[in-house]
């Protein structure tokens, strides 16, 4: 069985920090994304990529970056941390588009 | 946007009991998904249904789809404690990526 590991778990910032979250995959998976989290609002497509060195944007991809250099692993970067913000930021893999999906556990962003 | 949502924010049931949540969606789409989000995890996958398909079954789970209406509901059967969690629909679009919809709380309470 394969596993998808988000690091850091907690993740504390300062407003206007940049801050970068991580994640990797073994299913040998093409596509992976990024989604976040707000309480009440179910989740929201910040990126996607379907296969190395590529990049979607979905919905929410105003003050993010991405970064997919490996296969495996695929990165978000929050440009500019905005004050009192709190989220979990979930990152997912799967074959494709359409198939089912496997999550990481999540990363908990706190802005202060 | 919101192409898929939930038609309920909550449910609270007993344990032993049966609970429906229901799901709407606005676009045309080749397969419907059901997740379930246990506090402090990320959301797993319960069942895919495909345009195709009008009912689909994981052991205590039944997920029917109505392309018609537009609309899917999953049942889960002599309900325990462990199935308290979040539960969305989410569909694609176009297999571009999954839209989730805004989630079901189902609280099972002994």
């Known amino acids: 069985g394969g596993i998808i590991t988000q690091t850091p778990k907690f993740l504390i910032g300062q407003e206007g920090q940049k801050l970068t979250l991580k994640c990797q995959q073994n299913f040998n998976h093409d596509t992976m994304y990024w989604y976040r989290q707000d309480s009440g609002k179910g989740l929201r497509l910040i990126y996607y990529?379907?296969?190395?060195?590529?990049?979607q944007k979905g919905d929410l991809s105003e003050g993010y970056d991405a970064s997919r250099e490996k296969k495996s692993s695929f990165s978000l970067t929050v440009t500019s941390a905005q004050k009192n913000e709190m989220a979990v930021f979930l990152c997912?893999?799967?074959?494709?588009?359409?198939?089912?999906?496997?999550f990481g556990s999540g990363t908990r962003l706190l802005v202060i | 946007s919101q192409l898929a949502e939930e038609n309920l924010w909550a449910l609270s049931v007993h344990e032993g009991e049966s609970v429906t949540v229901n799901c709407s969606y606005k676009t045309s789409i080749t397969a419907l998904q059901w997740y379930r989000q246990k506090s402090g995890e990320g959301p797993a996958q319960l069942i895919l249904?495909?345009?195709?398909?009008r009912e689909k079954r994981n052991g205590r789970l039944r997920a029917t789809l109505d392309t018609s209406s537009q609309s899917s509901s999953l049942s889960i059967t002599a309900t325990r404690c462990e199935d308290t969690a979040v539960y969305f629909c989410a569909t694609d679009e176009g297999g571009r990526a999954l839209i989730f919809g805004t989630g079901t709380t189902v609280s099972v309470s002994p």
């Open positions: 997912a893999s799967s074959i494709q588009g359409n198939s089912d999906y496997t």
């Open positions: 990529s379907i296969t190395e060195n590529d990049l």
């Open positions: 249904i495909r345009s195709n398909e």
